[in-house]
Nanobody
Framework: QVQLVESGGGLVQAGGSLRLSCAAS????????MGWFRQAPGKEREFVAV????????YYADSVKGRFTISRDNAKNTVYLQMNSLKPEDTAVYYC?????????????????WGQGTQVTVSS
């Protein structure tokens, strides 16, 4: 079992940057694949990025490639999402998620644990 708490959201202008953090409880953080998802009002929750247990393998949604970077610090039980060149369409609630799935996941249904979400709003 793992508890996830996101932070770092806020209001920024288009072109700006934010870094989201997800702090995880427990002693087995390095056993989990970690992902970031987002959900805008009236839309489905969508995949943003995922990082493997050791932080070596990463995957990104096409919409954020080249702008967002996912990383993790297993010693600190924390996952990060660095968001650069933000666009108004990035506005959403951002969630971190964890799973013990052996292969690197990309679907929300593959994740078992979720944070409460943090709001990111990008103005034009």
């Amino acid at each position: 079992q793992v508890q996830l708490v996101e932070s770092g959201g806020g209001l920024v202008q288009a072109g700006g940057s934010l870094r989201l953090s997800c702090a995880a409880s427990g002693r087995t953080f390095s056993s989990y694949n970690m992902g970031w998802f987002r959900q805008a009002p009236g839309k489905e929750r969508e995949f943003v990025a995922v990082v493997s247990r050791g932080g070596v393998i990463t995957y990104y949604a096409d919409s954020v490639k080249g702008r967002f970077t996912i990383s993790r610090d297993n010693a600190k039980n924390t996952v990060y999402l660095q968001m650069n060149s933000l666009k108004p369409e990035d506005t959403a609630v951002y969630y971190c998620a964890a799973t013990l799935t052996s292969r690197t996941p990309a679907l929300a249904s593959e994740f078992d644990y979720w944070g409460q979400g943090t709001q990111v709003t990008v103005s034009s």
